[in-house]
């Protein structure tokens, strides 16, 4: 089937409308009309060619929400008019040690959304700044919130899982401290999904003037990570501390601020490398760097449905699709509260 979607035929190019082909619907698959997309850092990183291999033309986009269109002879447990979602896995081997534990997004094979190889024309994924998409059951999530909350529910499938997982894996909840560095996209979900946890959440931001707005995500306290005094107050007493920042910047004022066995968790993905930190900062507290992608299908439905338990979206701009190349120059800038949603319903008349 041809639709229409939006993408890139070169790094320095801007996003442009294009036509692109899904595949038709197998016994296993689902075809999704897609409603709403995300726009993570990701998205820009990979479009513009600023991580290696990037396949043109590109199509982004792997926070996808909307309805069931069509279903495969063999699907089970998902019909027709169906509220879904798509995140950053839309396949993997299905059968190595990873994907037998549900952690998908850890499985050599695993093909993301998009710039991916596939079978499929034109040979790598297409993601979801388009109209459609189609995808093997397994890596569809269902949708539990109000229609109404759709758009917002969009940024779950990428910013919402990327710091549920490690909330999860180390424990967040009452009698924790953790902090959450950076209130952007993923920073103001993970305030939000550590206060729902029952953690005492620190927020660190750069900028005195999000100090209240992450006190109204949740955070418990906030720290100006300029402010030297504000975080020597915190030392050594961090349980884990967050870092969604996707820009190099320097490891070792947070490593300081962790507990004996305190982990430091990165889940922003900057496009060079951080500085090295200092190996004392480790070694004499037994403390750890660590990382975190995403998350695997089964947790990642597990977040879905404590979100909607928990009344949890993310705070969305909704724009329309021909707007896209204005917001990633936003999003350069930090201009966005806290993430862009394309209404993918623009499409339709885009020149």
Request: one cysteine or more; glycine letters at 10%.
């Amino acid at each position: 089937m041809v639709i229409k979607a939006y993408g890139a035929y070169a790094g320095d190019k801007p996003l442009e409308s294009l036509e692109i082909t899904r595949r038709a619907v197998s016994e296993h698959d689902v075809q999704i009309d897609i409603a709403y997309c995300g726009i993570c850092h990701s998205d820009l990183h990979q479009v513009r060619a600023e991580w290696a291999g990037t396949r043109f033309p590109c199509v982004p986009g792997h926070e996808i929400v909307g309805r069931i269109s069509a279903v495969g002879a063999h699907v089970s447990g998902l019909k027709l008019g169906d509220l879904v979602g798509v995140g950053c896995i839309v396949d993997s081997c299905k059968h190595c040690e990873e994907c037998d534990a549900g952690l998908e997004n850890y499985c050599d094979g695993m093909v993301g959304t998009y710039n991916f190889p596939t079978p499929d024309a034109p040979g790598w994924t297409l993601g979801g700044y388009s109209q459609q998409i189609v995808v093997h059951e397994r890596y569809v999530l269902r949708i539990r919130h109000p229609e109404e909350q759709l758009a917002a529910v969009a940024p779950l499938l990428c910013a919402g899982i990327t710091t549920y997982s490690p909330l999860r894996h180390w424990n967040a909840g009452p009698g924790k401290k953790v902090g959450i560095v950076g209130i952007g996209g993923l920073g103001h979900m993970g305030v939000k999904l550590a206060h729902a946890m029952g953690a005492h959440v620190v927020a660190f931001t750069t900028s005195e003037s999000k100090r209240e707005a992450a006190k109204t995500l949740g955070a418990d306290e906030v720290v100006v990570s300029r402010n030297a005094d504000e975080l020597a107050a915190h030392a050594k007493s961090f349980d884990l501390i967050v870092d969604t920042v996707a820009a190099p910047h320097d490891l070792d004022a947070y490593l300081a601020l962790l507990k004996r066995d305190g982990a430091l968790t990165l889940v922003g993905a900057p496009a060079s490398p951080h500085p090295s930190p200092e190996v004392f900062h480790l070694i004499f507290k037994r403390r750890s760097i660590a990382g975190s992608m995403i998350g695997g299908i089964p947790e990642t439905q597990e977040m879905l449905d404590f979100c909607a338990e928990h009344g949890i979206v993310s705070d969305i701009e909704l724009i329309g699709i021909d707007e896209v190349n204005a917001s990633y120059e936003r999003l350069l800038k930090g201009d966005v509260k806290y993430r862009f949603v394309i209404d993918n319903a623009t499409l339709a008349a885009a020149a």
